[in-house]
């Protein structure tokens, strides 16, 4: 702000997501998976609030007709003298980001060394990115798409697909929506097949009379499936 004299920071911190679609670990591997992404903010001061408490839509209250908005953030009736201030995003180039975006990845870490094995987008890159005529002559690579990528380990593989939902957060399909086998060591997709819906976090495999069953968590408002378990079976 050129009329104060306040100085702020910006940060690339990067945001994992282990509260909608947490991590997994391989115990037999020693390998630990996780979703994220790159994120550039600039934080907001802390302001008064007077004790006046002030509702936050996106907390959100389960009920029979699906979430609806919350009276209050606040579990007490005491109300903090501060809380996060207000901030705006940080200013773009014709719609462009001024950092190098990554959206959607999935990245493999060796738990015994804190060693990253591999690391892989998740997802294309979204069109506003590669349609956008400042970058016409550029040669843009793979930064992920839109959402989160959420994964079981199966035997030998990882089993992983998209989830496109946070909270009451549902962002409308940017890409075929599928679920991927792929080679836990390496990252690589070894087999893929369709889903009628993005993936919701929860994934669970088991054999009944000699097959092996994979069984999907799905759903959207966006699609015709809000909400859904979807089973496969292994050839």
């Keep these: 702000n050129p009329n104060d004299d306040f100085v702020n920071n910006l940060g690339c911190q990067g945001g994992g997501n282990i509260i909608y679609h947490p991590p997994v670990a391989d115990p037999t591997t020693g390998m630990f998976y996780a979703s994220h992404e790159r994120t550039c903010s600039a934080p907001g001061f802390m ?3 007077n004790g006046v408490d002030r509702d936050n839509p996106n907390y959100a209250v389960p009920g029979a007709n699906g979430a609806t908005p919350n009276s209050t953030p606040t579990t007490g009736t005491t109300v903090a003298a501060w809380s996060p201030g207000r901030f705006g995003g940080l200013p773009t180039i014709d719609g462009l980001r001024l ?3 990554m959206e959607n990845q999935l990245t493999a ?3 015994n060394t804190g060693d990253k094995t591999w690391s892989l987008p998740v997802g294309q890159t979204s069109d506003r990115i590669t349609n956008h005529p400042r970058l016409a002559d550029v040669d843009i690579p793979n930064t992920g798409g839109a959402g ?7 035997g030998d593989l990882l089993v992983q697909t998209r989830a496109l939902s946070w909270g009451t957060t549902q962002i409308r399909p940017d890409a075929p929506l599928e679920l991927h086998a792929r080679d836990k060591m390496t990252g690589e997709i070894l087999g893929t097949i ?3 819906a993005p993936g919701q976090y929860g994934m669970m495999t088991y054999m009944h009379e000699g097959k092996q069953y994979i069984v999907v968590q799905v759903g959207s408002v966006q ?5 859904a378990l979807v ?4 050839p």
Excluded: F, H
Excluded at 231 to 234: F, G, I, N, S, W
């Design 231 to 234: 089973a496969y079976t292994l």
């Design 47 to 49: 302001e008064p609030t």
């Design 99 to 101: 950092w190098k975006p």
């Design 109 to 111: 870490y060796e738990m």
């Design 194 to 196: 369709d889903l009628p």
């Design 148 to 154: 989160w990528s959420i994964q079981m380990v199966m």
């Design 223 to 227: 699609t015709d499936y809000p909400g």
